[in-house]
């Protein structure tokens, strides 16, 4: 899929943001606050339900896959249906299958559930992403996409702290906490006519593709090299939650240890990301994305020192945390810039899609390596899966025909910090 070499160029008059993008922020971050069922699921089905822990494993393993398909095909829905039906449909599912869960007793059935709520639970994203380059200056999307990545990661840490405050004697009420997020997303997206108005089929010069269904983007090589670089990344990443806790308990420490981490990135991403924003605006975005995954890959190694105590697990944590940002701030402006502007939704699906199949690959990798040679194999793999990705984000960078031009744009002109919205 050949296109034209393209350069972000300057705007010499300011570049406004429209209001609907704060509201997307708004009603996504709401979303993400309530995202609480997941991290305690396995907990919900052994603690609550009394399965065995095989039992959940099968039920999360079946929310893997549906998380691994939803994303791709939402983003279909997105170009083919619209953004706006694409997210009051899928959030107002998710609502109805979280609400639904605590009623189901049967293992088949809870399956079944899982494998919805899988297909459904990052369904949002492909639209919600499209939307920001629909509603957003050409100019001011990399700092639009990191607004909405800093905001979201807000919600993410009060979801955490609600889960750890209710998980241990009020489980079930985190499934009505959960679908209360995505109805009130649902009556932001309704009320304040979010993607109400037709999408802008072309923006500054950029011409739309004239075959850009699923076949033509499975042979866009570069996205698809994109998308590979990516899954190695999260295959890294996502130790985080299916590796770490392993490790930490196999060094003694007690499973408290494992939030005070968890608050550590927290707080770590919030921290970055405001203050790397300026440096990542004059970077190209995949040499910024390379830079993320090589920190989180030295991050990932670091806990290799970290001498069974909680202070060395939270510096290394700062390190792939570092990565973590550096990453997810810039790797949707690469996306955005490899779709043609009538495929936004399915490029971005498919790229979303990384992070279901990420996490039925993740488990197995820190399963085999703990078995074959304990934590140092497996944050040894994390390393190297780092540094692969960072040296296939460079490779990408020199042969992509798309220029990535930094632009330092003036914040006056720009200013999307939230807390001057």
């Given amino acids: 899929m050949a296109r034209d070499n393209r350069t972000v160029q300057s705007y010499p008059a300011p570049l406004r943001v429209p209001a609907a993008y704060w509201m997307l922020v708004a009603g996504f971050t709401i979303c993400r606050s309530g995202c609480v069922v997941v991290p305690f699921l396995s907990l919900y089905l052994v603690r609550q339900q009394h399965f065995s822990a095989a039992d959940a494993a099968q039920v999360s393993a079946a929310f893997g896959a549906g998380w691994a398909i939803g994303p791709a095909v939402a983003g279909w829905l997105a170009d083919h249906v619209g953004r706006r039906p694409t997210l009051l449909v899928a959030l107002t599912a998710v609502a109805a299958m979280y609400l639904t869960l605590p009623a189901l007793q049967t293992l088949i059935a809870l399956t079944a559930?899982?494998?919805a709520v899988g297909l459904l639970f990052d369904a949002p994203r492909p639209a919600v992403l499209a939307?920001?380059?629909?509603?957003?200056?050409?100019?001011?999307?990399?700092?639009?996409?990191?607004?909405?990545?800093?905001?979201?990661?807000?919600?993410?840490?009060?979801?955490?702290?609600?889960?750890?405050?209710?998980a241990d004697n009020h489980i079930t009420a985190l499934f009505y906490i959960a679908a209360t997020s995505n109805l009130a997303f649902a009556a932001t997206v309704l009320i304040?006519?979010?993607?109400?108005?037709?999408?802008?089929?072309?923006?500054?010069?950029?011409?739309?593709?004239?075959?850009?269904?699923?076949?033509?983007?499975?042979?866009?090589?570069?996205?698809?090299?994109l998308c590979g670089f990516t899954l190695l990344y999260l295959c890294s990443y996502q130790q985080v939650l299916f590796g770490l806790p392993v490790a930490m308990d196999r060094d003694g420490l007690?499973?408290?240890?494992?939030?005070?981490?968890?608050?550590?990135?927290?707080?770590?991403?919030?921290?970055?990301?405001?203050?790397?924003?300026?440096w990542i605006d004059r970077r190209t975005p995949l040499v910024v994305c390379a830079a993320g995954a090589i920190t989180l890959g030295l991050g990932m190694g670091g806990n290799l020192g970290a001498q069974q105590t909680l202070v060395g697990y939270g510096l290394a944590a700062a390190a792939w945390t570092l990565g973590e940002v550096l990453f997810?701030?810039?790797?949707?402006?690469?996306?955005?810039?490899?779709?043609?502007?009538?495929?936004?939704?399915?490029?971005?699906?498919?790229?979303?899609?990384?992070?279901?199949?990420?996490?039925?690959?993740?488990?197995?990798?820190?399963?085999?390596?703990?078995h074959a040679g304990g934590p140092e194999l497996m944050w040894t793999t994390c390393l190297a899966l780092g540094v692969l990705a960072?040296?296939?984000?460079?490779?990408?960078?020199?042969?992509?025909?798309?220029?990535?031009?930094?632009?330092?744009?003036?914040?006056?002109?720009?200013?999307l910090a939230p807390t001057r919205a």
């Avoid at 993607?195 to 570069?222: E, F, I, N, W």
């Fill in 131 to 166: 939307l920001v380059a629909d509603l957003v200056p050409e100019q001011a999307r990399g700092r639009a996409y990191a607004r909405l990545y800093w905001a979201s990661n807000i919600g993410a840490g009060v979801a955490g702290a609600v889960g750890t405050a209710l």
């Fill in 254 to 278: 007690n499973p408290s240890a494992y939030g005070i981490i968890s608050l550590i990135n927290a707080i770590g991403v919030v921290a970055f990301q405001p203050l790397l924003q300026p």
């Fill in 390 to 415: 960072a040296v296939g984000l460079l490779a990408l960078k020199r042969n992509t025909d798309i220029t990535f031009t930094p632009t330092t744009p003036d914040p006056a002109d720009l200013d």
């Fill in 113 to 115: 559930a899982a494998l």
């Fill in 328 to 370: 997810f701030s810039s790797v949707m402006t690469v996306v955005e810039r490899l779709a043609p502007d009538d495929a936004r939704g399915r490029y971005t699906g498919i790229w979303a899609s990384t992070m279901g199949i990420s996490a039925l690959i993740a488990p197995l990798i820190s399963s085999v390596a703990l």
């Fill in 192 to 225: 304040c006519k979010i993607g109400a108005g037709p999408a802008a089929k072309t923006h500054h010069g950029r011409a739309a593709s004239s075959a850009t269904g699923y076949r033509a983007l499975l042979h866009d090589g570069r996205f698809l090299a």
